[in-house]
């Protein structure tokens, strides 16, 4: 069966859930909770993509922008279907919807023990950013 990519709805999400957490290298927090998710993919209406073999869910990328730069988040196939270009393809579907909305750059994270990510990403001529820190904070400081 051909492989389709198409926008990710939120019907897709146990899907895309499942294979985010059957995936190694992908951190899974309280921001990818059904709900965030929803209102990530309305703020973001077709950004997000799946990729599906017949009913089977084999790949995701999320991906959105503040209006200034884009993100991607869980750029992610599922491990038996590696290496037949689909996270590729993926991506490059995410980029051009970018490009689209007047976004000229894009970030993306990827956990220092991820070797397989980070090495995709390297091939894809990915910008390693070695100067920069990243920091997190709660939007509900304690106390």
Not at 26 to 31: D, K, L, R, T, W
Not at 86 to 113: E, M, N, Q, Y
Not at 115 to 120: E, N, P, S, T, V
């Amino acid at each position: 069966m051909e492989v389709l990519i198409r926008p990710f709805e939120a019907a897709d999400y146990p899907a895309a859930r499942a294979l985010w957490e059957r995936t190694g290298g992908v951190g899974i927090s309280s921001a990818d909770e059904p709900a965030p998710i929803a209102a990530f993919l309305a703020r973001n209406p077709g950004l997000s993509l799946v990729a599906t073999d017949g009913e089977r869910l084999i790949g995701t990328v999320l991906c959105g922008h503040d209006g200034r730069r884009g993100l991607i988040h869980h750029l992610v196939t599922d491990p038996i279907e590696r290496r037949r270009g689909l996270a590729t393809r993926l991506l490059r579907a995410a980029l051009r919807g970018l490009a689209d909305a007047g976004i000229g750059k894009c970030h993306l994270l990827v956990f220092r023990s991820n070797a397989d990510g980070i090495g995709f990403w390297r091939g894809v001529g990915a910008e390693e950013r070695v100067e920069l820190t990243l920091f997190s904070l709660p939007t509900q400081p304690p106390g």
